[in-house]
């Protein structure tokens, strides 16, 4: 499915990259990224998941949903406020 079709009912403050990739599976826990997967990094009471963006895109992940800027590699970075 396209990231553009699965942010289409998401109110995205920014999106830096291109929204037009295909992606396989989405997921908040790096441990479960596969090829082409949207991490989404959920702020936690315990840790942010900001924190495991690298983990996430060592592991093939063609986006990352975060609610701050991050550097993601390479990967599309879709900005939310929560």
Do not use: Y
Not at 21 to 44: K, M, N, W
Request: charged share 20%; hydrophobic share 40%; aromatic share 2%.
């Amino acid at each position: 499915m396209k990231l553009s079709h699965l942010l289409r009912d998401v109110p995205v403050r920014e999106t830096h990259g291109p929204k037009d990739i295909d992606i396989t599976s989405v997921t908040p826990d790096s441990r479960l990224v596969s090829q082409d997967a949207l991490f989404v990094a959920i702020p936690g009471m315990v840790k942010d998941g900001t924190e495991f963006i690298p983990q996430a895109i060592q592991k093939g992940a063609a986006a990352i949903v975060t609610t701050s800027a991050a550097d993601p590699g390479g990967a599309t970075n879709v900005i939310v406020d929560d």
